[in-house]
C-alpha cells in the first residue's frame, strides 16, 4: 500500500507561480508512473500531468505552456505551475500506478488532495 501526500497549496493572486509537492511513502513500482490530477468545483477530475513507467512526460495540452512536472528521486514528484488564474482553482491530487493513459485518472493510489485557490 503507497501513501501518498501532497504539499504546497495555497491562495495566491492571478499570475502567480506555485510548486505543488507528492511524496510516497515508499519506492516500488507502483511510484515509476506517478501523475498529478485536479478537480475544480463543479467539474469531473482531469488529468493535468504525469510520469509514465518509462519516464516520459505527459503534460495536458491545455496546459504545457504554464505547467511542469518533475521527480528528483523515486518517491517524490512536483508539480511547477506559472501564470496561474481563477480557472486553475482546483484540489489537486497526486496519484502513483496508472493503470491506463497516465492523464486518465484510472491510479491504484492516491493522495487527499491540496487546495490552490486563485484570486483575480
Known amino acids: 500500500q503507497v501513501r501518498l501526500r501532497e504539499s504546497g497549496g495555497g491562495s495566491v493572486q492571478a499570475g502567480s507561480s506555485l510548486t505543488l509537492s507528492c511524496e510516497a511513502s515508499?519506492?516500488?513500482?507502483?511510484?515509476?508512473?506517478m501523475g498529478w490530477f485536479r478537480r475544480a468545483p463543479g467539474k469531473e477530475r482531469e488529468g493535468v500531468a504525469a510520469?509514465?513507467?518509462?519516464?516520459?512526460i505527459h503534460v495536458a495540452d491545455s496546459l504545457k505552456d504554464r505547467f511542469a512536472i518533475s521527480r528528483d528521486n523515486a518517491k517524490a514528484l512536483y508539480l511547477q505551475m506559472t501564470n496561474l488564474n481563477p480557472e486553475d482553482t482546483a484540489i489537486y491530487f497526486c496519484?502513483?500506478?496508472?493503470?491506463?493513459?497516465?492523464?486518465?485518472?484510472?491510479?491504484?493510489?492516491w493522495g487527499q488532495g491540496t487546495q490552490v485557490t486563485v484570486s483575480s
Open positions: 496519484a502513483a500506478d496508472c493503470l491506463d493513459d497516465p492523464l486518465v485518472p484510472e491510479y491504484n493510489f
Open positions: 515508499e519506492y516500488n513500482y507502483a511510484t515509476r508512473c
Open positions: 510520469i509514465d513507467f518509462d519516464g516520459t
